[in-house]
């Protein structure tokens, strides 16, 4: 079955350090990875994805992602943490099974939080 | 302005009741999505559509109903079978069902007393 692992429920980080947020798949297929950023009380926002290609995936607000298929793991980065990064931070990948209909799994979330 | 709507924002009822939440998109997308959102859980799919006058069960369908009557409309009933119906309902759309992601909507948080 197809799942999705974020190991860490919340991440501390001092603004101007760079910040990791840890992802982990499980995918019978070719996997389609996401990134998604919520505020609070807000909907999801996009941050990027992987689908093929490039293994280092660029995003929004300077986010990056590593696809790594050897360790399945769909880490996010950013070189300089900003305070205004502080949200949750949801993994999620797609599940290919037949007649999914694009159906996303997603991790349980991340609370980032970067301090001053 | 392209995007998701849904309303309310805030939404009180107390239990026995049914209730609608809305959901619209203009942004002519085919598929549509509702998630459950609880603290400590991820989202978990309820219900999902994929064309006008269908859909499928998510994860978690029992004690809901949907309709796809229009592409831009996809109403989310949460019906008095539902057991813990408080949570935070977000509403999604997406071009397709293959490599694209999904646009969120605001989300309706509902509180069932």
């Known amino acids: 079955a197809q799942s999705v692992a974020q190991p860490e429920d919340q991440v501390n980080v001092a603004e101007g350090n760079p910040l990791t947020v840890k992802c982990t798949y499980s995918v019978s297929g070719n996997p389609y990875l996401f990134w998604y950023v919520q505020y609070p009380n807000r909907g999801l926002q996009f941050l990027l994805k992987?689908?093929?290609?490039?293994?280092l995936v660029k995003g929004s607000y300077g986010f990056e992602a590593e696809f790594n298929k050897s360790q399945t793991s769909f880490h996010l980065k950013k070189p300089s943490a900003l305070v205004s990064d502080s949200a949750l931070y949801f993994c999620?990948?797609?599940?290919?099974?037949?007649?999914?209909?694009?159906?996303?799994?997603f991790g349980q979330g991340t609370e980032l939080s970067v301090k001053p | 302005d392209g995007g998701i709507t849904q309303s309310p924002k805030y939404l009180f009822r107390k239990e026995g009741q049914n209730v609608t939440l809305s959901c619209e998109q203009n942004l002519n997308h085919d598929a549509m999505y509702w998630y459950r959102q609880d603290p400590g859980q991820g989202l978990r799919l309820i219900y999902y559509s994929q064309i006008v006058n269908d859909f499928q069960k998510g994860d978690i369908a029992e004690g809901y109903s949907v309709s796809r009557e229009k592409k831009e409309s996809f109403p989310l009933t949460v019906t008095s079978a539902q057991k813990n119906p408080t949570a935070f309902y977000l509403c999604a759309s997406s071009p397709g069902t293959k490599s694209y992601e999904q646009y969120f909507g605001p989300g309706t948080r509902l509180t069932v007393t």
């Open positions: 999620a990948v797609r599940d290919d099974g037949r007649n999914q209909g694009g159906k996303l799994i």
């Open positions: 992987y689908i093929t290609g490039d293994n």
